[in-house]
């Protein structure tokens, strides 16, 4: 399948957008994360393509989309911005499916949540990438989420967050990813992951222009966490030994999102590339499913347990 390969404007960011599938077919969003860029997301691209009009960009900082130096051009309400532009040039006023993997999740939580988006917004699926207001919300007692976990998932998720205390850091993380990191990050995905991941030519400048991505957003999260209802059916893919982002942050949510469904698979985190088909066919099924079910008042529960 050949890829339409576009730029698109967000007030003023320049974004790389590549387009894929039947020009007629129901379209799919897919959101990379962090330190990655849209070439995440080819393996399950080519599964989705051939039913789906898919659609992948390079968020702003990442692969061969524009890079703005401001951190403050890397706050949420902005990346939900660019979503919407995406969004807007390539599937017009039709509905579309979103999914997002890590940062990719994340931001898209911002999309999901909020009412500039409501009705467009068809399904959202989320791996590995809480909502930050949720996640904070939790961390400050939320009743909800504190009886759905089990004991002590609060205090494991801190120790697998140990990264965002040393992406705050100044100069450290940037002397990493330069002096051996981006180099060395198919290693680490060989090591940690078992995933044999071919070398992206913008690693470097993906993991420094993504630093922003943290200091712009946790901070002001973990301090002033907002209530944020999502307006779109929620399907979480949840790898169990995701080494970043533990399962628990999925769990209790539903004063927040709904009746939602939940896909656990005995996979790391970046199960994106390490169990394409089994992520395709999860993606897939629920978009089946809402879409059988988009003429009731009610979401149809999916469990689809691997």
Request: hydrophobic share 45%; charged share 20%; aromatic share 10%.
């Amino acid at each position: 399948m050949i890829h339409d390969m576009q730029a698109v404007d967000a007030d003023g960011v320049q974004l790389a957008v590549y387009v894929s599938g039947p020009r007629d077919a129901p379209p799919i969003v897919l959101v990379h994360g962090y330190p990655d860029s849209a070439a995440v997301w080819a393996p399950i691209r080519a599964l989705l393509e051939t039913r789906y009009r898919v659609i992948a960009y390079d968020v702003r900082g990442a692969g061969a989309s524009d890079a703005p130096r401001e951190r403050s051009a890397y706050r949420l309400e902005r990346l939900a911005a660019d979503l919407a532009a995406v969004a807007d040039a390539t599937c017009c006023t039709q509905p579309f499916h979103l999914v997002g993997h890590d940062w990719g999740s994340i931001q898209c939580w911002e999309a999901v949540t909020d009412s500039a988006l409501a009705g467009r917004i068809a399904s959202f699926t989320s791996i590995s990438g809480p909502c930050l207001d949720h996640a904070s919300l939790g961390l400050r007692g939320d009743r909800a989420q504190a009886a759905a976990r089990p004991f002590g998932a609060g205090i494991r998720q801190m120790f697998k967050s140990w990264y965002i205390v040393f992406f705050h850091l100044p100069v450290l993380p940037e002397l990493v990813w330069r002096f051996g990191g981006a180099y060395g990050w198919p290693l680490w995905l060989r090591v940690t992951e078992r995933i044999r991941a071919p070398r992206d030519p913008a690693q470097l400048r993906n993991a420094l222009n993504g630093l922003k991505l943290y200091r712009a957003n946790f901070i002001e999260k973990l301090l002033r966490p907002r209530a944020r209802h999502a307006h779109a059916p929620v399907h979480f893919i949840v790898p169990l030994r995701d080494r970043y982002v533990g399962a628990a942050l999925s769990l209790g949510l539903d004063t927040w999102i709904g009746p939602h469904s939940r896909d656990e698979i005995d996979a790391g985190h970046w199960v994106v590339l390490r169990e394409p088909a089994r992520i395709a066919a999860s993606i897939e099924g629920f978009i089946t499913a809402r879409e059988a079910s988009c003429q009731t008042s009610g979401m149809v529960r999916v469990n689809i347990i691997g």
